[in-house]
């Protein structure tokens, strides 16, 4: 088997042994990016030279002694809207061309501290904007299963790297399904925390209520090891908690005979692909024949969530963006000559894409005096009716159980033009996000087509062990995590 295809923590298991060597490994991963990336375009920028210098550095540093972080020799990606000291970090846009933040996000301090090694920044939609990757300045990411289909976004270039062996594991964000929607759709794990589990600092913002760091992996160990490395209050992001970093990996493999898994049955209604239904419905099975238990709850107020999500996340990134404007963030225009503001508009309008554009016109539409109580503050209160939802329903069930996305992975440029159709994909998963409950997404089945269908495994607030075990013994029990990716159109 080749490097690239074993699991994070396999690989671990081997440099630990001396099986194989650090430099061995990133030798591996950057070879399978050169073999691959001009089919699939998931980075945005590497970084081989330095790379292979800190995989020589910790080669010898073994040598020398086994004392090693738990990450340590393990190459990661990182979407391109966590910052990381020194390298480009442009968030898929061209008004960040060039720049290079001047410090390390808090997770990225703690992989690095772990001896995890950054190969480089992946593609994404234009500052998460998108559930394709198509809305990336840089052009887009094409899935390794179907090289005609999207991979899913915002974190496309992420999930792509990892399904395809170009990345171990990859960081990912998640403001209303930008981890679990590319997760389902490439046939990897997508885990989003709750929301305050994981530090945002050093993570450029969209929506800062909505957004959550999280990994990309092959599988949910390595998930489980990622998220207990990169958690924990963070003085440096108020709304990060103070809260017990629970040891994930230690409980994957405890009995779920005793649990109760909640079907939300609006999960599972009109929009839904039969192949997507039949292949959730199968995994369920599967967790009954573990001992599992189900009942049907609902979520009432789910009809709701694309009006509530999208004009929150707007307002949002209006506000958020409002700092690109060329003097203090961004391109400086080439003509200061005239007034403020028209060199703002020019700086603008040349440097944001359509999907920027539009959602800062929307978000400023809604802000507007006339219109702020009629629309943000009443979206305010349907996201309280949502959160009370879930709470009603985990009265009744331990997780959730339903489809991460109504359909697999769809066709190249054909929802682009359509962008009310677009955000229609993220029905199963921003009321998540709206809620600030953990979720994953893992590899349930395939359709027709060869394409990865999603589970998604739904908890209540700070409950990821609870997910990721049973998330764990479903995977086990399926044991399709390891099949590979055609890289061509049209599948296999």
């Known amino acids: 088997m080749e490097i690239y295809n074993y699991m994070g923590y396999e690989l671990l298991e081997k440099i630990k042994k001396k099986e194989i060597t650090i430099q061995e490994v990133v030798q591996s991963t950057y070879d399978r990016i050169e073999s691959t990336e001009q089919l699939l375009h998931s980075f945005v920028n590497l970084s081989k030279n330095k790379t292979l ?47 290079r933040p001047p410090y390390n996000a808090f997770v990225i301090e703690h992989l690095l501290k772990e001896g995890a090694i950054h190969i480089g920044n992946t593609n994404m939609d234009e500052f998460a904007m998108g559930g394709s990757t198509e809305n990336s300045s840089y052009g887009p990411t094409y899935n390794p299963w179907d090289l005609s289909k999207v991979p899913g976004g915002s974190s496309g270039g992420s999930a792509a790297a990892v399904a395809s062996g170009q990345s171990i594991f990859a960081l990912g964000s998640d403001t209303g399904g930008s981890i679990r929607c590319p997760a389902a759709f490439c046939g990897v794990v997508g885990l989003k925390p709750t929301y305050g589990r994981v530090s945002r600092y050093g993570l450029v913002a969209f929506a800062n209520s909505l957004d959550q760091i999280g990994p990309i992996t092959k599988c949910v160990y390595d998930s489980a090891l990622i998220l207990e490395i990169i958690s924990g209050k963070d003085p440096l992001d108020s709304t990060s908690v103070d809260k017990k970093v629970d040891k994930y990996t230690s409980e994957l493999k405890e009995p779920i005979n005793k649990k109760v898994l909640g079907i939300p049955k609006e999960f599972f209604g009109e929009g839904i692909e039969k192949e997507v239904k039949k292949s959730v419905y199968k995994s369920i099975e599967k967790l009954e024949s573990l001992g599992t238990t189900t009942v049907e709850v609902s979520i009432p107020h789910l009809e709701y969530t694309i009006a509530t999500y999208y004009l929150l996340c707007m307002c949002e990134a209006s506000s958020n963006l409002a700092r690109y404007d060329g003097l203090r963030y961004g391109k400086v ?32 539409y809604a802000l507007s005096a006339g219109y702020y109580d009629m629309f943000y503050i009443k979206a305010l209160k349907v996201r309280s009716l949502i959160r009370n939802d879930f709470v009603e329903a985990f009265k009744k069930c331990d997780s959730l159980v339903c489809p991460t996305m109504p359909s697999t992975a769809f066709k190249v440029g054909s929802l682009i033009e359509d962008p009310l159709e677009m955000y229609t994909q993220d029905i199963l998963t921003c009321s998540i996000n709206l809620a600030g409950i953990p979720a994953l997404s893992i590899p349930c089945g395939f359709d027709s087509n060869n394409l990865p269908i999603g589970i998604q495994i739904i908890g209540d607030y700070f409950d990821e062990n609870g997910i990721l075990n049973i998330a764990y013994q479903l995977e086990q029990e399926l044991g399709i995590y390891r099949k590979t990716p055609p890289l061509k159109a049209g599948g296999s």
Do not use: Q
């Open 53 to 99: 210098e800190k995989a020589k550095e910790y080669d010898l540093h073994l040598k020398k002694s086994n004392l090693a972080g738990r990450l340590f020799g393990l190459p990661f990606a990182n979407k391109d809207l966590i910052c990381i000291g020194g390298f480009p970090t442009t968030c898929g846009s061209k008004i960040l061309e060039g720049f």
């Open 333 to 364: 225009s080439d003509d200061l000559s005239s007034d403020v503001y028209s060199a703002f508009s020019r700086t603008r309008g040349a440097n944001f894409g359509p999907e920027v554009r539009r959602r800062i016109y929307l978000g400023t």
